[in-house]
């Protein structure tokens, strides 16, 4: 069916910047979908960072605007999100979603999650 898979996570200081990688196969990628980043802290609810469709639309939830850039990579087939300034409160195990389902066939991947650890 397809494969979604996160890559970039680490522990770095506040202040610092981290670029996640977001892999998905080409065929999904080049279908109509969005890919999307949403992080999960511990002892909270999973929530959307930031999303991009097919035609490079963009939405970011409030906490990560001006911080945070999600884009697409065509050649690589992948979705990045530059994340700048970091604060402690990002810190989370972040997925990568390819969502699909307005597709033919649809699809709806998440991938296996890579931790991101800011230190204060």
């Known amino acids: 069916q397809g494969h979604v898979v996160e890559s970039g996570g680490g522990l770095v200081q506040a202040g610092a910047s981290l670029r996640l990688t977001c892999a998905v196969s080409?065929?999904?990628?080049?279908?109509?979908?969005?890919i999307a980043w949403h992080r999960q802290a511990p002892g909270k609810q999973r929530e959307l960072v930031a999303r991009i469709t097919s035609d490079n639309n963009t939405e970011y939830a409030d906490s990560v605007k001006g911080r945070f850039t999600i884009s697409r990579d065509i050649a690589k087939n992948s979705a990045l999100l530059q994340m700048n300034d970091l604060k402690p409160e990002d810190t989370a195990v972040y997925y990568c979603r390819a969502d699909g389902r307005g597709s033919w066939p649809p699809f709806d991947l998440w991938g296996q999650g890579t931790q991101v650890t800011v230190s204060s």
């Open positions: 080409r065929t999904l990628f080049m279908s109509n979908n969005s």
